[in-house]
């Protein structure tokens, strides 16, 4: 048994560079918290775990954004949106659609993970990200 | 309940004001944002008469939201200084664009505290120098950047996400965002402070550039220059200083989940709602006794889910609103006079206060061709980011 991983952020992008997509569960009133974090949103205990998510989702809002800063510019127009996960828990995402008009609020995603250096030169962490179903 | 022990104050003038001052809002080439500051604070001063603003103001409270505009941080001692306030008490107060908003809320504190009998409160933001992509993404850090900004969120971004749930919810429509963007703008054409003083129609609105979908150029505030003063003391004193004051009745903040995704619902903003209700109470009044309001607008989105917030309409009946011609300057409860951020201009730090600068003159009758009739009664709204932060303010006039 390897020591427990604090409930961190950046513990959170090490796990996507596993390939796994993590919350936070409060081990007092089983709220799900992404980006993890020490203290309970809901009941402010601070006996929190990590908790591995599954991979499918729903889009519950999104935008397409047009104007991005510099470091988003290349990708442009792409994708963002809230993603509900199956567990009840959302978390923000880039979407990645084979047509940007196909984006539709409650259709089904699933997680992926880039872990390519050059294709995150910025942020440099791995990053998670929303798919189509296939 | 926290909220209810301060039935006490109800009605009862928190704090005065007794004179404001704005800068020229604009794309101010050339000039600094202590300049523009000292530009709002000499108009504030001339208001006055025989006032020693170096002598009787003793604290300053100053909003700004970013030093990365200039590179430039430490800038309360700085702008007081350009001010010549020295040697107050000055302290810099950042919740991103409810930064003077903030301030306002701080230096009302100082005076009800009893530290204080008069006080300076204001705000600065000197945007233009920079390319937008670069200002866009400085304005971005007022959004989480782990996950909000690396998932490529923008302010627009952000917002847009807001909209795409009320229009999914309730139908809002483009077209109603667009009326929002028509309206402020025709408010702004009458304000010879105002950054774009110009009409614009529903069309070139509509058909404007996307920035983030649904999201378009005209559905965006402006990137402005700009500083905006308000001078506060004890109401006591408020009559001695100006014939022109009026009162601070009601005062609330709230704020929610820094991060969009928590909150429990994108088609509301929450604190905006708490920071209401805690504002009504404390003035005693409800929305319909509210006779002029400024809000921030910094999108059009924005402005229409803040009818539903602040309760000049019911949840999700914003869209409506803005079709009945209500905010309107002739309508019956006329919003963002001043053209709003979206037409006066939104430099980020000088928001809050701004807001205010306008409802004094509406509620001392000096509003010129923006006046509105026997307005008694203001409110203001001012949101930090994407509501994370809102500050609600409640006015009377003396």
Known sequence: MSAPRDPTIEEFYKYCSEKKLMGVRCVRCKHIMVPPRSICNNCRSSRVEWTQLGSKGKLTTYT???MAPPQFKHMTPYAVGIVEMAEGVKLPSIIRVARLELLKIGMELEADFSTNPQESAWPQWPRYFFKETA | MVRRERFHL????????????LSKFGRREGVYARELFAEAALESFHRLEDFDPGKQIRAAFIGQMSESYERQSHTAPMAANWAGLLPVAATRVEDACASSGAALRC???????????????????????LPTPEVTGILATASDFPFEQWNGMTFPGVFALMAT????????????????????????????????????????AIKSRVVSWPLKIY?????TDGASVAILAKPKLAKKL?????????TGQA?????????????TVKAAKLASQEAYKMADLRPKDVNVAEVHDCFTIAEIIAYEDLGFCRPGLGGKFIESGAPALDGSLPINTSGGLKSKGHPVGATGTAQIAELYLQLTGQADRRQVKDAEIGLAHNLGGSGATAV????RSG
């Open chain 2, 219 to 223: 559905d965006c505030s402006l990137i």
């Open chain 1, 64 to 66: 397409v954004v047009h």
């Open chain 2, 165 to 204: 749930s009320h229009m999914h919810e309730y139908g809002t429509t483009e077209e109603q965002m667009a009326m929002v963007a028509v309206k402020n703008h025709k408010h702004g054409a009458l304000n010879p402070k105002a950054h774009m003083q110009k009409e614009i129609t529903l069309d070139e």
């Open chain 2, 255 to 267: 704020q929610d989940t820094f991060l969009m995704h928590e909150r429990e619902s994108l088609t």
């Open chain 2, 107 to 129: 230096g009302i504190m100082a005076i009800k505290s009893g530290l204080y009998d008069i006080v300076l409160v204001g705000g600065m933001e000197k945007m233009t120098n």
């Open chain 2, 10 to 21: 109800a009605a009862k003038p928190l704090a005065s004001i007794v004179s404001v001052g």
């Open chain 2, 242 to 250: 100006s014939k022109n004051y009026v009162h601070i009745i009601g």
């Open chain 2, 392 to 395: 609600v303010h409640i006015l």
